[in-house]
T-cell receptor, first 115, second 116 residues
């Protein structure tokens, strides 16, 4: 079974430029998460989707960040414009949903460097 | 508010020895789950083990076991017979099933280094 796929793995951009990250979850997983991981810290949730619906985006900086999951499968996270402080690893995770343990499985992440 | 505390920024262990990574948590919700993840230098978070708050027995998965002490709000990860490939960051996480909509809260992690 394929795991969570993310691309690109690495991205270097200059500040004020836009950037987008793509995630394809594990097949059949209804719940998709985007996390931000700063150096030396644990991941922090940005947004959670249940199918197409963003059920928790309270931690997403909406002035510059946006996300979509149009068909309830893959998802895109966008930053426009990027700032120096956005340099971090962006992790995507998925889980089956529906309660219970609902373990989250993570992709390899996208390491963003903003110059 | 929920909180996860990992007090050991770094740990060293000799190959083939056992090691315990500490994790304490805080929540007011009686229903919650505790997770441990491994993050090697490649960056991917790998799920290791899960313990539910109502589970009567400590969880075990191969060389991983979770020392769950509910009254002390601790959920320490024990790795037996350490291997060189165990060198990585280890994160403790909690998910409560109450007001936070079940989101995962992570600690800051412990960097484990296994010495040959």
């Amino acid at each position: 079974e394929a795991g969570v796929v993310q691309s690109p793995r690495y991205k270097i951009i200059e500040k004020k430029q836009p950037v987008a990250f793509w995630c394809n979850p594990i097949s059949g997983h209804n719940t998709l998460y985007w996390y931000l991981q700063n150096l030396g810290q644990g991941p922090e949730l940005l947004i959670r989707y249940e199918n197409e619906e963003a059920v928790d985006d309270s931690q997403l900086p909406k002035d510059r960040f946006s996300a979509e999951r149009l068909k309830g499968v893959d998802s895109t996270l966008k930053i426009q414009p990027a700032e120096l402080g956005d340099s971090a690893v962006y992790l995507c995770a998925s889980s089956p949903g529906g309660g219970g343990t609902d373990t989250q499985y993570f992709g390899p992440g996208t390491r963003l460097t903003v110059l | 508010a929920q909180k996860i505390t990992q007090t050991q920024p770094g740990m060293f262990v000799q190959e083939k020895e056992a090691v315990t990574l500490d994790c304490t948590y805080d929540t007011s919700d009686p229903s919650y789950g505790l997770f441990w993840y491994k993050q090697p230098s490649s960056g991917e978070m790998i799920f290791l083990i899960y313990q539910g708050s109502y589970d009567q027995q400590n969880a075990t998965e191969g060389r991983y076991s979770l020392n769950f002490q509910k009254a002390r709000k601790s959920a320490n990860l024990v790795i037996s017979a350490s291997q060189l490939g165990d060198s990585a960051m280890y994160f403790c996480a909690m998910r409560d099933y109450g007001g936070s909509q079940g989101n995962l809260i992570f600690g800051k992690g412990t960097k484990l280094s296994v010495k040959p």
